[in-house]
């Protein structure tokens, strides 16, 4: 069983002007995902889990993700804005929340509902499931499912943990639900706005991961969206709009929404790189007596996604610092009676398999071990792939050949200029005189 | 094919990249992901304890579309009686183990419970072989 519909839109892209051809995303990606053929990166659409790492530490700038412009909003008769709450973490805390979704009100916005709400509700229904009998028998530790890209890490390494995912929606999709269903219930010409941190949303907003259809319209990236937003904030005055309480708000930090949860074994990761050791570690059974897993992609959390303006630590600081003065939660909104679930199941995306024959897979696995042996092992990155390892994989997959190996390439040099020695001493036999 | 892997026994962070390696050999040959759990606990729970107790050793894996191989050999001190081994909670290791959240005595019965067969050749002084066969679905690799 695997689920093709999903790979067909990635966010995170090439800008191939940019691109320099060098190797330091190839290096980065956690999936192994990008080549660099003929100069120029390539991703790898069936691997990428849209984490954004690429965009963190390519030199050149030239990884971006495919957003929203400001205008698409213009094709609606309500504009509703639903930012993230990292948005709040990117302005200095003497700016008040209010004058920040003044400032999106101002930039042409009919409306804000604020993410950071349906966080709160969020955790309020997680609470609820694992009350609940069927949460009880659920495999412990549920991993959230709040960040895409975990979600898809899982699905393409370690699917085997599909089960321990909590199968409600993400707050992004649970603000769309509620300005749509309830707040504009019945109303034509809404259009939902996101306002991102991150790659992954954008992708999830399109390709949503467990269910059908996503109620957001657009993304914007919030680094497209901050320099406007800037000078229209510092005109902004005071307005009460903020409704979310600092649970909610927290969320966009590492450990926010497993202490909001109030469960105390639990274990919050942030970093694919550290979220990859962690589920390794749950996978190989070691993680005993932990309840919750709260594993988000970027350092620090949302706080530090790819598409921030300021220093995810920095960042993380204010959050802390806005979370101080307000109430735990927002007044007056309740979980609905569907409960956020997810609508469809979340199927694993077996990207490293080399064939459905198991036979096959055996043969190209041994040739592929093979053609390890024979490769340098230095990982230096020339030949396209990230290691030497994943070249034998891709000329087996027959999506490379050995000579792109620069050490094999000289080696088949020298055997070829040796044999044209040997050819220059041969004489013809008429003049092969003594 | 078989395939195997060095365990040094010197190094505890090194612990668990054998059952790691192994673990992406059967993704890639697309092996049932409850299958490449249940092989990769009882695989990591054998590299913990040889590196624990025996100063490392040699893992081997061996797969055929019926089964999944893996024999764990050392050449540590033996364990003089398997069943008490054998028993929840029992455990020799030492205490700074255990404080790495290892050594609970679930190690053995762990793999047990994992594994469709697992079998203990072990001789005092001499070392310790493991071996744990893990039988895969007729059908073979569908995921």
């Known amino acids: 069983m695997t689920d093709t519909s999903m790979t067909s839109f990635h966010s995170v892209t090439l800008d191939r002007d ?29 691997r990428c889990i849209d984490c954004g790492e690429c965009i963190r530490t390519c030199p050149h700038g030239a990884k971006k993700a495919i957003s929203d412009p400001l205008a698409a909003k213009d094709a609606f008769r309500i504009k509703v804005a639903v930012p993230a709450p990292a948005l709040y973490s990117q302005f200095d805390e003497n700016i008040s929340i209010n004058r920040i979704l003044g400032g999106l009100l101002d930039l042409g916005f009919d409306e804000v509902f604020e993410v950071a709400a349906a966080a709160e509700l969020v955790t309020a229904a997680t609470r609820d499931l694992i009350a609940s009998e069927e949460g009880r028998t659920m495999p412990r530790p549920l991993v959230s499912s709040a960040c895409p890209a975990v979600v898809k890490l899982i699905q393409v390494r370690f699917p085997s943990l599909i089960p321990n995912l909590v199968p409600l929606l993400p707050p992004m999709e649970v603000a769309a639900r509620i300005v749509k269903e309830e707040l504009h219930k019945g109303e034509e010409g809404v259009g939902v706005f996101f306002i991102s941190p991150c790659a992954g949303k954008v992708t999830a907003a399109r390709s949503p991961l467990g269910y059908e259809r996503s109620a957001v319209d657009g993304v914007i990236g919030l680094k497209d969206i901050y320099l406007p937003l800037r000078a229209a904030v510092a005109k902004a005055g005071e307005r009460p709009l903020s409704q979310a309480g600092s649970v909610g708000i927290e969320w966009a930090r590492t450990e926010g929404e497993a202490e909001a949860l109030g469960e105390r074994r639990s274990i919050a990761v942030d970093g694919i790189a550290n979220v990859i050791g962690v589920l390794e570690s749950l996978e190989n059974g070691k993680l005993k007596g932990v309840e919750f897993i709260e594993a988000l992609a970027c350092p620090a959390g949302c706080v530090g996604g790819p598409l921030i303006v300021e220093n995810p630590y920095i960042a993380r600081a204010r959050l802390g610092n806005r979370a101080l003065s307000l109430d735990p939660f927002a007044e007056g909104r309740t979980v609905s009676p569907g409960g956020y679930r997810w609508d469809r199941p979340i199927q694993p995306r077996p990207s490293r398999l080399l064939d459905a024959d198991m036979l096959k897979a055996m043969i190209m696995l041994e040739e592929m071990e093979h053609l390890q042996g024979l490769l340098p092992g230095l990982d230096c990155g020339s030949c396209g792939a990230p290691t030497c390892q994943a070249l034998a994989e891709d000329i087996v997959r027959g999506n490379a050949v050995e000579t792109d190996c620069v050490f094999k390439l000289r080696e088949t040099v020298r055997d070829l200029a040796g044999q044209l020695l040997a050819l220059e001493e041969i004489k013809p036999p008429g003049l092969d005189k003594e | 094919m078989k395939y195997r892997y060095a365990v040094p026994g010197d190094d505890f962070s090194l612990a668990g990249k054998a059952s790691a390696e192994f673990k992406r050999v059967l993704g890639q040959l697309g092996i049932d992901p409850a299958v490449v759990k249940r092989t990769s606990v009882a695989m990591y729970e054998a590299e913990i304890n040889m590196v624990i107790h025996a100063g490392g050793g040699v893992a081997e894996a061996d797969i055929t579309p019926e089964r999944i191989l893996i024999t764990m050999a050392d050449k540590g001190p033996g364990i003089p009686d398997i069943d008490l081994a054998m028993t929840e909670g029992y455990s020799t290791a030492p205490e700074w183990i255990r404080e790495l959240g290892f050594g609970a005595g679930m190690g053995l019965p762990n793999m047990k419970r994992n594994a469709d067969d697992l079998r203990i050749d072990s001789k005092i002084g001499e070392g310790t072989t493991v071996t744990i066969t893990i039988r895969l679905a007729a059908a073979g690799g569908a995921a």
């Open chain 1, 18 to 46: 940019r691109c320099v051809g060098c190797t330091t995303c190839i290096k980065k990606c956690p999936t192994e995902a990008i080549r660099v053929r003929k100069g120029k990166a390539h991703i790898i659409n069936e």
